[in-house]
């Protein structure tokens, strides 16, 4: 199994207050991403890494920012929590351009959103 | 926006072949189509992925339209372990657009 992780793998947090999700791997891979999954919609790309403070919008970036200081960590930030984050949040690496290449996913960090 | 759909749910015998398929209505000449599957409570596992022509490897056959805008997963001889939700998807450089996802059934 590729080396990632994510933490928390569980988190409950009232709306408005600020969280933070991250991403950790150890296979030194270039690409990292944030996804979300919902019922009905499959996963959905929120904010994608291509290396070290480059990152770029997906297509559901609104209410979320991301960081990336070092290659192994991915931190993906809600600055002010709501309802509709709501979801579970997949981390996911990829040696080279994400059309060419496999992904590999982490675990999932469950967030709910009261 | 990137459209693509998948049937609901498919069921299946153990050991017969199985056939997933999913429409890519906006594909474009440059974005690939991948697949992957996920089993409950884990994150989603690559299965495979291709371009214009169909693609063999150890788990599962792709088929691609002519046009590109179908392709099908084929999983020659199902097992038990083959249950999950199965996900098509178009992918742009790196914006890739799932689709809602089929639950494969597997019936001994």
């Known amino acids: 199994d590729a080396g990632i992780t994510q933490s928390p793998r569980h988190k409950v947090t009232e709306t408005g207050t600020p969280v933070t999700l991250r991403c950790h791997q150890t296979?030194?891979?270039?690409?990292m991403y944030w996804y979300r999954q919902d019922p009905g919609h499959g996963l959905r790309l929120i904010h994608y890494?291509?290396?070290?403070?480059?990152?770029d919008k997906g297509e559901v970036s609104d209410g979320y920012s991301v960081s990336r200081s070092k290659t192994e960590d991915f931190l993906l930030t809600l600055e002010s929590a709501t309802s509709s984050q709501t979801s579970v949040y997949f981390c996911?690496?990829?040696?080279?351009?994400?059309?060419?290449?496999?992904?590999?996913f982490g675990p999932g960090t469950r967030l709910t959103v009261l | 926006d990137a459209k693509t759909t998948q049937p609901n749910s498919m069921e299946s015998n153990e050991e017969e072949p199985v056939h997933l398929p999913c429409n890519h209505s906006t594909i474009s000449g440059t974005d690939y189509i991948h697949w992957y599957r996920q089993l409950p409570s884990q994150g989603p596992e690559y299965v495979i992925h291709g371009l214009t022509s169909n693609v063999n490897n150890r788990m599962a056959s792709l088929a691609i339209a002519e046009d590109r805008k179908s392709s099908t997963l084929i999983l020659h001889r199902a097992t038990l372990r083959d249950a999950a939700v199965y996900y098509c998807s178009q992918v742009n450089n790196n914006d890739m657009r799932f689709g809602a996802g089929t639950r494969l059934t597997v019936k001994p």
């Open positions: 890494s291509y290396g070290v403070k480059d990152t």
């Open positions: 296979e030194n891979h270039r690409y």
């Open positions: 996911a690496i990829s040696e080279r351009q994400g059309a060419y290449n496999e992904q590999f």
